[in-house]
């Protein structure tokens, strides 16, 4: 089973899956499949991944209100995109 799923990684066989879940495939097949764990498998990695777009998200919010901030303080909306990764579009959209 293990030379299976090397034979597949390397004629790049579903590549991102057999990436991330090679371990779990050869598993699955020598185990008997319970649909339980899958469905616990397959939320858990639903849960990382909203877990991972929240944090990008408020890591944007956070840019955005130290943009703000900047702003009041008459910093050139150049060096608030510098210092923030925004775009200057992004910085001059926030004046209020």
């Not at 899958?38 to 858990?44: A, G, L, S, Y």
Request: proline share 2%.
């Amino acid at each position: 089973m293990t030379r299976a799923v090397l034979k597949a990684q390397k004629q790049n066989l579903l590549p991102d899956y057999l990436r991330r879940k090679a371990s779990e495939v050869i598993s699955m097949v020598f185990n008997e499949y319970d649909y339980e764990t899958d469905i616990q498998v397959k939320t858990e990695e639903a849960e990382r991944r909203g877990h991972a777009a929240g944090l990008k998200e408020g890591t944007r919010n956070a840019r955005i209100e130290t943009a703000r901030k900047f702003l009041r303080m008459n910093i050139l909306p150049e060096q608030i995109a510098q210092g923030t990764g925004l775009s200057v579009d992004e910085v001059l959209s926030l004046k209020d």
